[in-house]
């Protein structure tokens, strides 16, 4: 599975807006597919960098890094999911996501990258 | 950080407080430094400034004969830390700017806050007419003016 494919089956989950595929430490996008009106170029760089900082965080308190990040706000949420090769898979979705179903494929997902 | 002019003050310390940049300098393309944050020397900046605008003015060369557009931006990516040299368009001419970051932030995270300040530079700036440019005989006067400005001594 390539990672259009990857992204073609979160994106297909009702709600969501749109998914990147994220290289966490530069904070830049690798592949997207997004709704109008969702900055790409944004949702990425903020979205490694939160990752990045949740997991040396989790590091320094002595835990695993996170296996999924759920960032929720009034009108919507981001979801990330940390892979191998320093990716992250990032989820833009609206409130009323399913977010169950989204949260499943993104972590099914994100392990298949690599 | 410091200024030599004072519209520039509000937007480059919203891209440094958003960025975590470790040193910025903004200079006009001819290389007079506009603004800079986390220099200690002025020779630093003087150097800084000279090889900014000589890189800008090579890679726009480069670009202008291979037939492209300019070039956005370039990056030099460092173990301990990372480069980014950007020239940008604003009311009062083209401008540089120099990032260095560290680890702590990344490439994105820079970029996108680099183009918001550039966003708001423009709105900023004054509409009055763009200062005339340096002549040689006024350079040292100048330059030790803005040096002087920039470091406070």
């Known amino acids: ?114 | 950080m410091r200024a030599l002019e004072p519209w520039v003050v509000e937007p480059l310390q919203a891209f440094l407080s958003e960025s975590s940049a470790r040193l910025t300098l903004l200079m006009t393309s001819s290389g007079q430094v506009v603004a800079q944050h986390g220099f200690s020397r002025s020779l630093d900046v003087m150097t800084a400034a000279a090889l900014g605008a000589g890189i800008v003015a090579s890679t726009e060369e480069l670009a202008r004969l291979m037939g492209s557009p300019r070039f956005g931006a370039l990056v030099h990516h460092g173990v301990g830390q990372s480069c980014m040299l950007g020239a940008f368009p604003t009311p009062r001419g083209r401008w540089i700017g120099l990032v260095v970051f560290g680890p702590e932030t990344s490439v994105g995270i820079v970029q996108l806050f680099f183009d918001q300040m550039v966003e708001q530079l423009a709105l900023a700036a004054p509409r009055e007419q763009a200062p005339p440019p340096m002549l040689a005989e006024n350079f040292e006067s100048e330059l030790d003016a803005s040096l002087k400005a920039l470091f406070g001594r």
């Open chain 1, 1 to 114: 599975m390539n990672e259009r494919d990857l992204l073609d089956r979160v994106t297909r989950v009702p709600g969501v807006r749109g998914v990147l595929l994220v290289a966490a430490a530069d904070g830049l996008v690798v592949a997207e597919q997004l709704m109008d009106g969702v900055d790409g170029r944004a949702a990425a760089a903020l979205a490694g960098s939160l990752v990045g900082r949740l997991t040396r965080t989790a590091e320094q308190a002595g835990h695993q890094r996170p296996t999924f990040v759920h960032l929720r706000a009034e009108a919507g949420s981001v979801l990330a999911a940390p892979g191998p090769d320093d990716l992250v898979l990032v989820a833009v979705i609206a409130p009323d996501a399913n977010v169950g179903l989204a949260r499943l494929e993104m972590i099914d997902a994100a392990g298949r990258l690599g």
